[in-house]
């Protein structure tokens, strides 16, 4: 049973229902794919993180796009 999570950071409202409904089936097909795995039971989890929650060297994700 292939697991996949995908994590991304919370922009404002975050991800549309559509978007992550997207990202499953993609997710999924791409497993189907290449490794040729049951799409039945293929599990994909999408974790939203806040922007204080991620780091990328050595900072926040909020302060790098507050510079930006």
Same mark, same amino acid.
């Given at each position: 049973?292939?697991?996949? %999570?995908?994590?991304?950071?919370?922009? @404002? /409202? @975050? /991800?549309?229902?559509?978007?992550? /409904?997207? *990202? $499953?089936? @993609? /997710?999924?097909? *791409? *497993?189907? &794919? =290449? *490794? &040729?795995? %049951?799409? %039945? +039971? +293929?599990? !994909?989890? $999408?974790?939203? =993180?806040?922007? &204080? %929650?991620?780091? !990328?060297? @050595?900072?926040?994700?909020?302060? #790098?796009?507050? #510079?930006?």
């Amino acid at each position: 049973m292939p697991y996949v %999570n995908i994590k991304i950071t919370r922009e @404002g /409202a @975050g /991800a549309t229902p559509e978007q992550k /409904a997207e *990202l $499953i089936r @993609g /997710a999924t097909q *791409l *497993l189907v &794919d =290449v *490794l &040729d795995k %049951n799409p %039945n +039971t +293929t599990v !994909v989890v $999408i974790d939203e =993180v806040e922007t &204080d %929650n991620w780091g !990328v060297g @050595g900072e926040t994700i909020t302060v #790098r796009r507050q #510079r930006e």
